[in-house]
């Protein structure tokens, strides 16, 4: 043999610097090699928290979007009719002036004018912030067409949420349940869960229409119809209830089960019983008398009748007892058998009830009750957009998290765990904040959590004080805001007429819109007198987006590799469920272009505005860039946006700001930990220790303990107005739907979309977003478009036999509101009435710097032509959105079509077809 | 013509667990990240941006449908990629040496510098595990990051492909099948690691584990009601659910 002789240890790189990737929501930390200044690798770091080495497809090929051709490269002015593309390079200084000779004069006489709303936003508690010292009500991020289903209904019934706030217990669970989930939040740590919990031998059980992803590799599959996820888990309530398979010690203690529900008459029926110090109480079994929830010693009865009035657990009981939940009722609807179900709940009750676990771990709790050990249910549930992008997503996520409580499966070992700084009670988030004084901030944050109708953000008039109609009788709880409202709102003047729309990073002309083609024509819409009815568009991306074209103002941003940032405790941090973790981003390279990270332009604006807490006495700028804004706000005393080396460098949590604070976290791998005491790793809401804890590092001021909401007071409030109680009454037309949307206990009610089936539109529609791209981000990279670059449309068997399709045909879906004509592939893991396609593939011809020819842009498709934002009319003169009903939700997924088979369009196009956006780039050749 | 080694002192492989791969690509992008820089030509890609995009992988991941006899309709990802087959037709085929497979840990390797682009190692390759890059017109595979495994300039604990280094899920392993006490041999011998294809007589040195089997009912009996409540009535129900505190 004559081998050749090989050098097999080649010099890798000159140096590996340590960032944030940005290829998705998920923050994992990164070690990007560099050689000569170029990048020329990036993988997992092995240090950090969220994903210990490993890296999705996405990270690895973020190589190709530091390169994208579909980079913007300087700041542009339209100079066209908006929307033909016609635009002039400006410098920064002109970029800028522009931007604050439109905002000023709207910040002096109408603040609410300005409407900035951010889309894939990581810096929410700056931008936020920026918005508030502004003045303007209308603010928020993209949530409201996410998942604020998810977050809502954790947040008021846990004081916590899925989304990547929470965990399973990867180590101890022995069963994880997932509804709903696909690549979502978040996602390399469900891989690497995933894989441990199969590798230990726990079973994995995938509730989801579509069987790919996760759910491919369940050891169980449950094909559910989508939109009933709610009634299946009330049902398997029923059935652990029914045999009594739930935790009494858990609900009795540490949620509002024994809480006594007020049963006379008025104004107060169906609110908590209050003493004279207006607190809800409990019976003391020990003693058959009332006593404070909070008493040490104290055993709350769940059976106590005082006064004729019966605890939140009887009216729970009773509720779900009823035979309309048991297997059999519910089983044709859901489109799983009543013994499926019955099995499942089975299985749920053997593993939290006879494989319990325990850790020998002495633990206090907040009333002072020691305990000697940990008690622990292994049972794990995660759920994501699958059951929250539903109008009856609030009430389905809420009614998760009732049957994670039942359990006892939340904060015990083996079970789902928060991340800080949740768990935080309802009662420590802010109130929304909208009232506007020109030429002063706001008096507080945006967005928050309703308590009752007196915080809904309405004007005097009772209007929505907000362009999205945030916190407004249609949609009360909505904390993430709409997004997907604003434009058709704006468009429409309804509330009332906006002078300057301001978007961050969100492709509302595009994917991100539901009803895409008329969101176009609302952008470009005219006045008779021939202004534009959205006047002005400011819009900062860092890559050549369809939302592109529609600008006056680009202001373009730098990739993630060229950027500071920081993945803050005040925003959405890195925690795990033991320790707090917060990270950053800083520039490993350079950027090659007249590019500036958007939010050290945000400053800039904010300086030039005058606007506080941006401007020295003497009107200077604060700070130099959002770099120096990290290191050196100051939210609240001893508390700024990185938790890591404050002070003198020790700081934890707490303390001054230090210079050198940017600098440590470098050295430190782009991230910090502050590890959580192993007393108080579980029970958080109710462990001293962890309370404590959580005060020592800023997470708190003062310990915060407090109950699970089994019954939601909130909720209940918005009933009785809808009833007829109280001096805030919502109009005649929302009475019923508020009576039956924001029942106190979960419930599942048919999703609005349903409505559509007599019509015959039998046949679900969703769609999934694919583990290698991160919506419209994804299709642009020259690798990961080779790995996914079509998107056809997925057809069920029955559905595939029943049309007669074969291989290669095409179909024409057709929704209450569009219709759109595209290439079929038959599916056989897969609900029987439910098609489906990957999100956001499609692209407009002519974005993203690709040829006019891309496969993305000829047979890639969007289902949004055929989701409108609004709800079929009713016929009694009013529009309703098309969303949740509490939060204002989008409802992507109630989308119900009818199939049929079509002619391949000419030039076999996927229909609807769109002509050229205008290319502000080059098309990309190279890479 | 090319012999292939008597026999690898080592015999260096991957064991991949179908069971766990969830399909996401991760490897597929790790190890065009890194042999696009490592070992040999650079892996190009022939209109990055245009309408039929194709450039040089050595990974792929595909999904497929399977219908079992008794259980629901099923995905299969299935990652691929060379095998390292110990008896390589690759190697055999090869007219001038360029394809070998290394005595030292029995990686099938291409000597780009011997290599002239003729392809009959592709067409013999019965897993179609080779790719020709169209740029440089010479062969690329996989190596096992050959570059990677031995790199005194790396971490020891990174001293493995990129592909299993990223994989999130764990479901790739990497090490030295000849020897029965390394940890992918137990992996292999416990899981009954299979050879793809064993009738093209290739002999891989990689294994799969195949799915474990799935849909199984659970093995939990159902729930029995703790008494009749349309007879008792949800009184009778709270008496005996609250008896038992």
Same mark, same amino acid.
Request: net charge negative; hydrophobic share 40%.
């Given at each position: ?809 095409? @179909? ?116 | ?208 584990? @195949? ?35």
């Amino acid at each position: 043999m004559n081998q050749p002789r090989l050098n097999t240890s080649p010099h890798v790189s000159d140096e590996v610097r340590k960032t944030t990737c940005y290829m998705c929501a998920c923050r994992c930390g990164i070690n990007v090699h560099l050689n000569s200044g170029k990048v020329t690798y990036i993988e997992g770091n092995r240090d950090h928290p969220i994903n210990k080495g490993v890296l999705c497809a996405k990270g690895a090929a973020g190589i190709m979007q530091v390169t994208a051709p579909s980079r913007l490269r300087t700041p542009l002015r339209r100079v066209g009719p908006r929307g033909s593309g016609a635009f002039e390079p400006i410098s920064w200084d002109e970029a800028l002036q522009t931007a604050v000779d439109w905002m000023r004069p709207l910040r002096e006489t109408a603040p609410e004018k300005l409407a900035f709303f951010t889309g894939r936003d990581q810096s929410q508690s700056f931008t936020g912030w920026w918005a508030q010292a502004f003045g303007t009500p209308n603010y928020a991020a993209h949530g409201g067409f996410c998942s604020v289903n998810m977050a809502a209904a954790g947040i008021y019934t846990l004081g916590g949420a899925f989304w990547e706030f929470g965990a399973p217990d990867w180590e101890r669970s022995k069963l994880f349940v997932l509804f709903g989930v696909a690549e979502d939040h978040d996602s390399n740590p469900i891989k690497i869960g995933i894989g441990q919990m199969k590798d230990r031998g726990a079973r994995v059980i995938g509730v989801n229409p579509i069987r790919t992803g996760y759910n491919a590799v369940a050891d169980d599959w449950i094909g559910i119809t989508p939109g009933t996820d709610g009634l299946l888990i009330l049902s398997l309530i029923h059935c652990l209830l029914e045999a009594g398979k739930v935790d009494l010690e858990y609900l009795a203690r540490f949620t509002n089960a024994a809480y006594l529900i007020n049963e006379a008459a008025g104004p107060e029926k169906g609110l908590f019983v209050r003493n004279a110090e207006a607190q809800p109480f409990v019976i003391d079994r020990r003693t058959g008398m009332p006593a404070p929830w909070e008493a040490k010693g104290v055993q709350p009865d769940l059976g106590a009748v005082w006064q004729g009035h019966r605890t939140v657990f009887q009216h729970m009981a009773e509720r779900y007892l009823s035979p309309d939940y048991a297997p059999e009722a519910v089983a044709a609807r859901c489109g799983v058998t009543a013994l499926r179900i019955r099995q499942l709940a089975a299985e749920l009750a053997s593993v939290a009830f006879d494989q319990a676990i325990e850790i020998k771990q002495p633990w206090v709790d907040f009333r002072g009750d020691a305990h000697d050990t940990m008690i622990g249910r292994p049972v794990s549930f995660h759920a994501m957009r699958g059951i929250s992008a539903h109008s009856n997503g609030f009430q389905t996520a809420r009614a998760l998290h009732l049957l994670q409580i039942l359990l006892g499966a939340v904060e015990t070992p083996g079970s789902w765990r928060m991340k800080p700084p949740y768990p935080k009670p309802m009662e420590a988030h802010p109130t929304p904040h909208f009232v506007t004084v020109p030429g002063k901030p706001l008096s507080g944050p945006h967005l928050g959590y309703v308590r009752g109708p007196d915080q809904l953000a309405l004007l005097p008039d009772g209007s929505p004080a907000r362009i999205d109609k945030a916190f407004s009788w249609e949609n009360p709880f909505s904390a993430h805001g709409l997004m997907h409202m604003v434009i058709p709102n704006a468009h429409a003047g309804d509330p009332y007429r906006i002078d300057t729309l301001f978007l961050y990073m969100a492709n509302m002309a595009w994917n991100s819109s539901m009803n895409t083609a008329q969101v176009m024509e609302m952008l470009t819409a005219q006045e008779p007198d021939g202004s534009y009815t959205i006047p002005r568009i400011i819009y900062s991306d860092a890559y050549a987006s369809e939302m592109v074209a529609y600008a006056d103002l680009i202001l373009p941003d730098t990739t993630y590799l060229e950027r500071h940032d920081c993945i803050s405790m005040l925003d959405r941090p890195v925690s795990e469920p033991d320790a707090a973790g917060d990270a950053i981003r800083w520039p490993v390279v350079e950027p090659d272009r007249d590019v500036r990270g958007f939010q050290s332009v945000l400053l800039d604006l904010g300086a030039r505005l005058g606007l506080p807490g941006m401007v020295n006495d003497d009107g200077t700028a604060k700070f130099k860039d959002y770099a120096d804004y990290i290191v050196n706000h100051i939210r609240r005393p001893g508390v700024g946006p990185l938790m890591g080396f404050r002070g003198s460098g020790d700081g934890e949590g707490r303390g001054a700001a230090n210079p050198d604070q940017m600098a440590r976290y470098i050295e430190n791998g782009g991230f910090y930990q502050a590890h959580v005491p192993a007393e108080a790793a579980f029970f958080k809401p109710w462990n001293s220790a962890y309370q404590d804890w959580a005060v020592q590092v800023g997470l708190f001021d003062t310990p915060q303990p407090y109950l699970f909401n089994i019954w939601s007071e909130p909720m209940r409030r918005f009933q009785l107005a809808a009833e007829g109680h109280g001096a805030v009454q919502p109009p005649d037309h929302l009475r019923n739907r508020l009576k039956l949307a924001m029942d106190p206990l979960p419930v599942w009610y048919e999703p609005f979309g349903d409505a559509a089936e007599p019509f015959g539109f039998t046949v679900h529609a969703l769609t999934q977003r694919p583990m290698d791209m991160y919506h419209s981000w994804g299709g642009q990279n020259a690798w990961l478009r080779q790995i996914r670059g079509h998107n056809p449309l997925f057809v069920p068997a029955k559905l595939w036999q029943q049309h007669g399709f074969s291989e290669g045909d095409w @179909a024409r879906v057709t929704s209450p509101t569009g219709q759109i004509t595209v290439p079929v592939v038959q599916m056989a893991a897969l609900n029987e009435n439910t098609v489906w396609t990957w999100n956001a593939i499609g692209k407009r011809k002519g974005a993203w710097a690709l040829s006019e020819g891309a496969t993305e842009a000829k047979q890639g498709f969007l289902l949004n032509h055929l989701i409108s934002e609004l709800l079929p009319a009713k016929g009694d003169g009013m529009r309703y959105s098309n969303s949740d009903p509490v939060t204002g939700q989008a409802a992507w997924f109630d989308l119900r079509v009818r199939i049929e088979r079509a002619e391949p369009p000419q030039m076999g196009e996927s229909l609807p077809a769109f002509g050229a956006v205008p290319r502000v780039v080059p098309e990309g050749s190279k890479r | 013509m090319t012999c292939l080694p008597g026999r690898s002192e080592r015999t260096l492989g991957l064991v991949i667990d179908l069971d766990t791969c969830v399909g996401c690509q991760a490897c597929v992008t790790a190890c065009k990240g890194w042999n696009d820089q490592g070992y040999g030509v650079p892996l190009s890609d022939q209109n990055p941006y245009g309408s039929t995009p194709s450039g040089t992988f050595l990974n792929r991941v595909h999904s497929y449908q399977v219908q079992p006899a008794d259980a629901a309709p099923m995905i299969v990802n299935f990652p691929r990629s060379c095998l390292h087959c110990t008896d390589a037709p690759c190697v055999t085929v090869c007219p001038t040496g360029a394809s070998y497979k290394r005595v030292e840990d029995g990686i099938v390797l291409v000597n780009e510098d011997a290599c002239i682009g003729c392809g009959l190692c592709a067409w013999a390759c019965p897993y179609g595990a080779r790719e020709m890059d169209a740029d440089a017109g010479v062969m690329k595979k996989c190596t096992l990051c050959v570059d990677r495994i031995y790199n005194e300039n790396l971490p020891e604990e990174d001293r493995e492909p990129a592909c299993v280094r990223t994989c999130p899920t764990g479901a790739r392993h990497f090490g030295d099948l000849a020897d029965p006490q390394s940890a992918v041999s137990q992996l292999v011998a416990a899981r009954g690691g299979y050879d793809l294809m064993p009738e093209q007589g290739t002999r891989p040195v990689n294994k799969y584990l @195949a799915p474990r089997k799935k849909d199984r009912p659970d093995k939990a009996s159902l729930l029995a009601p703790l008494l009749d409540i349309q007879a008792t009535g949800f009184a009778g129900w709270l008496d005996r659910v609250l008896g038992k505190i």
